[in-house]
């Protein structure tokens, strides 16, 4: 692993959609930034499927089927690095019949609360 020094870096998340970045199957790294990414920094109610569905700060909600195709791959490895992951101390994840909830752990660490609360 390459020494780096202390320190933050900011970039705004519409970043991470550039055509660039995302034209390739993804890596563990990637995928773990994409999480950090697209997690909620605030608390938010979506509807998934007719399903309301309240996220709090740091959490997202992804079927393991969309990641897959996101990321370009098959649905067990997305699994296995949604387990990984958690086993880390990473992510913690529970999967019901629509979808699946990922929190970031340590989430303000990755990310800062610099919006208002709505």
């Given at each position: 692993?390459?020494?780096?020094?202390?320190?933050?870096?900011?970039?705004?998340?519409?970043?991470?959609?550039?055509?660039?970045?995302?034209?390739?199957?993804?890596?563990?790294?990637?995928a773990l930034l994409?999480?950090?990414?697209?997690?909620?920094?605030?608390?938010?109610?979506?509807?998934?499927?007719?399903?309301?569905?309240?996220?709090?700060?740091?959490?997202?909600?992804?079927?393991?089927?969309?990641?897959?195709?996101?990321?370009?791959?098959?649905?067990?490895?997305?699994?296995?690095?949604?387990?990984?992951?958690?086993?880390?101390?990473?992510?913690?994840?529970?999967?019901?019949?629509?979808?699946?909830?990922?929190?970031?752990?340590?989430?303000?660490?990755?990310?800062?609360?610099?919006?208002?609360?709505?």
């Open positions: 692993m390459t020494d780096l020094p202390s320190g933050l870096i900011t970039l705004p998340k519409n970043y991470f959609s550039d055509e660039w970045l995302n034209d390739r199957s993804a890596t563990k790294k990637s994409d999480l950090i990414t697209w997690a909620n920094d605030r608390r938010r109610e979506i509807v998934v499927k007719g399903q309301h569905t309240k996220l709090e700060r740091g959490q997202l909600a992804y079927s393991m089927v969309t990641l897959a195709k996101i990321w370009l791959w098959d649905r067990q490895r997305v699994s296995d690095f949604l387990i990984e992951a958690q086993s880390e101390g990473k992510i913690t994840f529970r999967t019901n019949n629509i979808t699946t909830i990922i929190t970031i752990l340590d989430y303000t660490v990755w990310n800062n609360d610099t919006s208002p609360e709505n």
